[in-house]
């Protein structure tokens, strides 16, 4: 079945690390989107990609990082910088930069112990 | 930077009623978009509209692309618990980039 994976599902984060989660498709999208979801808000986007190896950032890009070697995988760090983690992150990837809706994965919920 | 005003922030309702909820917007946009997110999971995709004045519907979904291009609202009728979620709207204008709605949080008590 095509569709998007993140993982893990939970990560726990000690403070002053660096934690990376993982977003595939094999939907043949060409773009990605990293978002952080916190409790009773909607969505806001750290960064995107439209093509391999290019990506942008969106409104909360400070404390994260990406890469974009592959056009299957577009994993997100996030860096000690990032003095509050604790969130749910969601993936999305949408068909290209110009048409259709995104598609989500199931998230990624990060905590910090 | 754009908003979407998304109401009502929540809804309880008993099953079997209907349900209405908006999104409204300062700006025009090109494309609207209807999510439902469950708890711990990602948005699922409910409808998507393209066109101002497109009516669409999904089911016992149905949702329009508001005719001045800066609304759109989605109704459920005859609602059932698995109704039970997060709504949220999204738009997205010429960039490639969508901004989401804060969400409606609906209740359906058995």
């Known amino acids: 079945d095509g569709g998007i994976t993140q993982s893990p599902k939970y990560l726990f984060r000690k403070e002053g690390q660096n934690v990376t989660l993982s977003c595939e498709q094999n939907l043949n999208h060409d773009a990605m989107y990293w978002y952080r979801q916190d409790p009773g808000q909607g969505l806001r986007l750290i960064y995107y990609?439209?093509?391999?190896?290019?990506?942008q950032k969106g409104d909360i890009a400070e404390g994260y990082s990406v890469s974009r070697e592959k056009k299957e995988s577009f994993p997100l760090t996030v860096t000690s910088a990032q003095k509050n983690p604790t969130a749910f992150y969601l993936c999305?990837?949408?068909?290209?930069?110009?048409?259709?809706?995104?598609?989500f994965g199931d998230g990624t919920r990060l905590s910090i112990l | 930077g754009q908003q979407l005003n998304q109401s009502p922030q929540s809804m309880f309702i008993q099953e079997g009623e209907d349900v209405s909820m908006n999104c409204t917007s300062s700006s025009i946009f090109n494309t609207w978009l209807w999510y439902k997110q469950d708890p711990g999971e990602g948005p699922v995709l409910l409808i998507a509209?393209?066109?101002?004045?497109e009516l669409t519907s999904n089911g016992r979904l149905t949702a329009q692309f508001g005719i001045t291009r800066k609304d759109s609202f989605l109704n459920i009728s005859a609602s059932i618990p698995s109704d039970v979620g997060i709504y949220f709207c999204a738009s997205g204008g010429a960039t490639n980039k969508l901004i989401f709605g804060t969400g409606t949080l609906l209740a359906v008590q058995p």
């Open positions: 509209l393209y066109k101002a004045g």
């Open positions: 990609s439209q093509i391999v190896n290019d990506f």
């Open positions: 999305a990837s949408r068909i290209d930069r110009e048409s259709g809706p995104q598609h």
